[in-house]
């Protein structure tokens, strides 16, 4: 597989590229921000985001979702970065879509792909619950009661936790945390009882939630895959995010160094263009040749994901790692290299730092991604 | 690519890999570990072992030390999938190039584009089969960073041109039988225009040759003098005073390679390497946590860097590379390699500090690391890199 887009990718990424540049511009996230919005996201443009087939994307044809692969989901991704436009795409489409078919029953795939390849249903996977990702450290306890579970503990940083309409929830059924075995995934109802949603407001604007579980019951049907077993589910789900929010994140490196580069271009000092001085200009250059090779290792790590989900661990903690050490040098170098401008609130820059940090925090940071290739490599 | 054409390169897949089961030796499926392993073609050229000579052969019959050229040239006339494909197989196996040449890296290239069909006749099949040893006479003790401001002239004499001057760090300038150098032609015209890219026989009479020794103890590169060697003017590849446009297009195939020249990939994981002179804990981790970190984000930019590597070759293929892409990759590829060698020198320790001994197989990992030392300074320093990404690429102002 060459390691660049096909046409069809490409036809792709410009019909996303010209209805998200259109729609949401930064100035759409800076709106909802400021008018403090509670959805948080445009519902309408979300329905537009159905309508053109991007909300099932990854959701096979008989559920109604457009059957495409993780690179495609990586190009609409990407484009979102660009705008860091908020959407439901990376909890319901990418990583509740792909836990929903991988690891669901003919039942459970039938009541909920097709609801969110229309756009209808909301869903999110509630996986922190410390303040760093550590997955096998889950510890909410879900505890046999009667014909299913009782499930007690708290998530932090549910992604689209305070409007999704399903949850899926990882917990304990067995053995105690930092344990693979006895890890389980639950499909809850928000309005299930004892059950506590609380939005948290975000350094970047976009969208999360706190979410309590107080003896919230659940039925065996509720399970997602094999209670116990659900580790090697997870790992593959989370490699999907993983690979998702990396193509956010180059997206958005890219949108910060070009616009980094076109004011290096137009601002004076001294009586030259800033761009004229060899500091910047190296510098520049550096941050060009870190983002390509991100973009490299991402496009690689969304292959891998398509060629086989469960062989494409390594691949895509080189791609995450990348993807937060190159982010978080754009965005730095983005903010210096605008001066005071770009310290405003005013100017855009800012808010493209800020949903970096964030993205850094998702699903994993750099130093987590660096330290399981050390593992996986045998040192 | 239709059905038909990945069922065909599937086949082409499965033939290949039983081919290369089939021929490659044993002991041609593990990284060269000294310049001596490595099998450079040429008039004196000898194999250092059997298996060497052997999978040399083999290959050079099937046209694959240079897969992708034309066979009328010697090549093996493959695709680019097909050739990915082979690139793959051999890396999986660990197969080494069988021949390595300058004339493959970089001369080839050139005279494919700019050569005349009698200059490719007679240059390029004696590449592919190893025949003719090439090196490189560019930089000048004048002409360093600043290439274009070379001195060497070549003044015009009925059918020749005769060549008087000096070129250095000419890489094997000692081993090679040819060497494809740039010459002034037009001392009055301005620096870039006045070039000329010339071939010809290192036993030309007035060509001498004088060993460099380097911080490695080695001698890789030459001071090569020319004093009134004479040329024909049908050597000229291009046009005459248009040298400078091969020049580049042929130093866009050298930073290639040069940014290629890490051991990416194969061997070893460094972590592993690193073990057995630092030490491990009971979980296996290295005994060492901050060198431990070090090793795995090394590990996280080299695997990130080989991906980009792969998507280049791609990009080019797909006609959409930008020309001066091979600077960004030289310039990642040798601060890289560079990299490599501080963690192997710090994780070797007091072992990697025996210059002259057995044990030690004579220095050979000092010797290494010292040696990356030249890797981003020699084909454009990396400053030279970053200054060419940042106007070509990047567009920003200035000179």
Same mark, same amino acid.
């Given at each position: 597989m060459a390691l660049?887009?096909?046409?069809?990718?490409?036809? /792709? !990424? &410009?019909?996303?590229?010209?209805?998200?540049?259109?729609?949401?511009?930064?100035?759409?996230?800076?709106? /909802? !921000? &400021?008018?403090?919005d509670p959805t948080g996201f445009s519902k309408e443009l979300w329905q537009s985001f159905a309508e053109m087939g991007f909300a099932g994307l990854l959701v096979p044809e008989e559920f109604g979702g457009s059957g495409l692969g993780f690179v495609e989901a990586g190009v609409v991704m990407e484009e979102i970065g660009r705008t860091l436009m908020p959407s439901p795409f990376l909890a319901t489409s990418v990583v509740a879509a792909s836990a929903l078919s991988r690891g669901g029953n003919a039942a459970q795939k039938s009541e909920y792909l097709p609801k969110i390849s229309n756009g209808s249903l909301l869903a999110t996977l509630a996986i922190d619950e410390g303040a760093k990702h550590r997955p096998l450290q889950t510890n909410l306890q879900a505890v046999r009661a009667g014909n299913g579970f009782k499930l007690s503990g708290a998530k932090a940083l549910v992604v689209d936790g305070h409007v999704a309409d399903l949850f899926i929830v990882a917990a304990r059924t067995a053995g105690s945390a930092g344990e693979r075995e006895g890890l389980t995934l639950f499909l809850v109802n928000p309005k299930a009882r004892g059950v506590a949603v609380e939005r948290t407001i975000m350094v970047d604007a976009h969208n999360a939630a706190r979410i309590e579980f107080a003896n919230v019951e659940v039925n065996a049907d509720s399970v997602l895959g094999e209670v116990d077993q659900g580790a090697a589910l997870l790992d593959g789900v989370l490699d999907i995010g993983r690979g998702a929010v990396a193509s956010e994140m180059v997206g958005l490196s890219d949108e910060v160094f070009g616009r980094t580069v076109e004011y290096l271009k137009s601002r004076k000092q001294f009586g030259k263009l800033i761009g004229e001085f060899q500091a910047l200009q190296h510098r520049a250059a550096q941050l060009y040749v870190?983002?390509?090779?991100?973009?490299?290792?991402t496009m690689k790590a969304l292959q891998a994901l398509d060629t086989d989900v469960a062989k494409a661990a390594s691949a895509v903690a080189v791609a995450k790692a990348r993807a937060g050490t190159t982010a978080t040098?754009?965005?730095?170098?983005?903010?210096?290299?605008?001066?005071?401008?770009g310290m405003t609130d005013q100017f855009d820059i800012g808010f493209f730092m800020k949903r970096a940090r964030v993205c850094e925090e998702l699903f994993g940071d750099a130093n987590y991604h660096t330290e399981q290739l050390a593992r996986a490599r045998g040192y | 690519m239709s059905e038909s054409e990945a069922a065909d390169l599937e086949e082409f897949r499965k033939q290949t890999r039983a081919w290369l089961e089939a021929n490659c030796p044993p002991e041609m499926r593990k990284p060269a570990t000294s310049d001596a392993d490595v099998f450079w073609g040429g008039r004196n050229a000898k194999f250092s072992s059997e298996?060497?000579?052997?999978?040399?052969?083999?290959m050079r019959d099937k046209g694959w030390t240079v897969p992708d050229w034309p066979k009328e040239y010697g090549g093996g006339g493959l695709s680019a999938a097909e050739h990915k494909v082979l690139r793959a197989e051999m890396a999986k196996m660990g197969a080494r190039p069988p021949l390595s040449s300058f004339g493959i890296w970089m001369l080839g290239p050139a005279l494919l584009k700019y050569g005349n069909e009698a200059q490719k006749k007679e240059h390029l099949p004696n590449i592919a089969a190893g025949l003719i040893r090439w090196c490189q006479g560019y930089s000048e003790p004048n002409a360093g960073s600043d290439l274009a401001s070379l001195q060497t002239r070549a003044e015009s004499d009925g059918d020749d041109f005769v060549i008087t001057g000096q070129k250095i760090w000419t890489s094997y300038a000692n081993y090679a039988d040819w060497i494809f150098c740039l010459v002034?032609?037009?001392?009055?015209?301005k620096k870039h225009d006045g070039i000329s890219f010339i071939?010809?026989?290192?036993?030309?009479?007035?060509?001498?040759?004088?060993?460099?020794?380097?911080?490695?103890?080695?001698?890789?590169?030459?001071?090569?003098?020319?004093?009134?060697?004479?040329?024909?003017?049908?050597?000229?590849?291009?046009?005459?005073?248009?040298?400078?446009?091969?020049?580049?297009?042929?130093?866009?195939?050298e930073r290639a390679m040069i940014s290629g020249m890490g051991e990416r990939g194969v061997g070893r994981p460094l972590g592993q390497i690193a073990a057995d002179s630092v030490g491990s804990d009971a979980q296996g981790k290295l005994d060492d946590s901050m060198l431990r970190s070090q090793i795995a984000s090394f590990d996280v930019d080299e695997a990130a860097l080989a991906a980009c590597?792969?998507?280049?070759?791609?990009l080019a293929k797909a006609g959409q590379a930008h020309p001066a892409f091979s600077s960004a990759m030289k310039y990642y590829g040798t601060e890289l390699n560079k990299r490599r060698y501080e963690i192997l020198m710090s994780a070797g320790g007091v072992d990697a500090l025996e210059w002259e001994s057995e044990r030690s197989k004579q220095g050979a990992r000092p010797r290494a690391w010292l040696r990356t030392k030249a890797n981003s300074i020699e084909g454009g320093t990396s400053e030279v890199m970053l200054g060419i990404v940042a106007k070509r690429i990047l567009d920003l102002p200035g000179a």
């Open positions: 660049v887009l096909t046409e069809e990718q490409s036809m /792709l !990424r &410009d019909s996303a590229r010209g209805l998200i540049s259109d729609k949401a511009p930064v100035s759409h996230l800076r709106g /909802l !921000r &400021d008018a403090k870190d983002i390509e090779i991100t973009r490299a290792a040098r754009a965005v730095q170098e983005g903010v210096q290299m605008h001066g005071g401008m | 298996p060497q000579r052997i999978w040399f052969e083999r002034r032609t037009d001392p009055a015209a071939l010809f026989d290192m036993t030309s009479k007035g060509v001498s040759t004088k060993p460099i020794l380097l911080i490695s103890g080695y001698s890789p590169f030459c001071e090569t003098f020319f004093d009134g060697v004479r040329v024909p003017k049908s050597h000229v590849v291009g046009t005459v005073n248009r040298g400078w446009d091969v020049a580049k297009y042929l130093l866009q195939h590597a792969e998507r280049a070759v791609d």
